[in-house]
């Protein structure tokens, strides 16, 4: 039983998301910023601090962050202040990587919403037996890919 004012595995388990396998392969990992606390009888006894932690590597893991840069965050982390400049190049790092991401992502967005305005004039029109052909022809008679 964890005493007042901690959480039990489980319990972040169900606050989280996260699986018992996960969450003790983060602390195997040394994912947390700190000890996780034990009960006398040496079961797992989390604080609040420990899941708003996992809240933030659920974001970063989320946004594709690898676990060896939240593993060195936290080390950071855990050495204190002092190094907070280098915190702030791994998070900028992978600002820059998530823009980049999210770039790539709009474009792929951009062509496939224009795909779908086009299905769905040609469905409206009647027009869309030739959307699924690999070749279309143009009134000219010239082909050109399908849509």
Not at 32 to 52: K, N, P
Not at 54 to 69: D, E, I, Q, V, Y
Not at 79 to 107: Q, S, T, V, W
Not at 114 to 128: D, I, M, P, Q, R
Request: proline share 4%; hydrophobic share 35%; glycine share 10%.
């Amino acid at each position: 039983m964890t005493t007042p004012g901690t959480l039990s595995i489980g319990e972040i388990a169900a606050r989280t998301g996260l699986s018992v396998h996960t969450l003790r392969l983060y602390e195997r990992e040394g994912l947390f910023t700190g000890d996780v606390g034990r009960t006398a009888s040496g079961q797992r006894a989390y604080t609040q601090s420990d899941l708003d932690w996992l809240g933030t590597c659920c974001k970063f893991r989320a946004s594709g962050m690898p676990l060896m840069t939240i593993r060195r965050f936290a080390v950071l982390v855990r050495e204190g202040p002092g190094n907070e400049p280098e915190r702030l190049e791994l998070l900028r790092e992978h600002e820059r990587l998530i823009r980049g991401h999210m770039a790539d992502l709009e474009g792929c967005l951009a062509l496939i919403s224009a795909k779908v305005s086009s299905y769905e004039e040609h469905l409206a029109a009647g027009t869309a037996t030739d959307l699924w052909s690999p070749t279309t022809r143009t009134a000219d008679g010239a082909t050109r890919p399908g849509r």
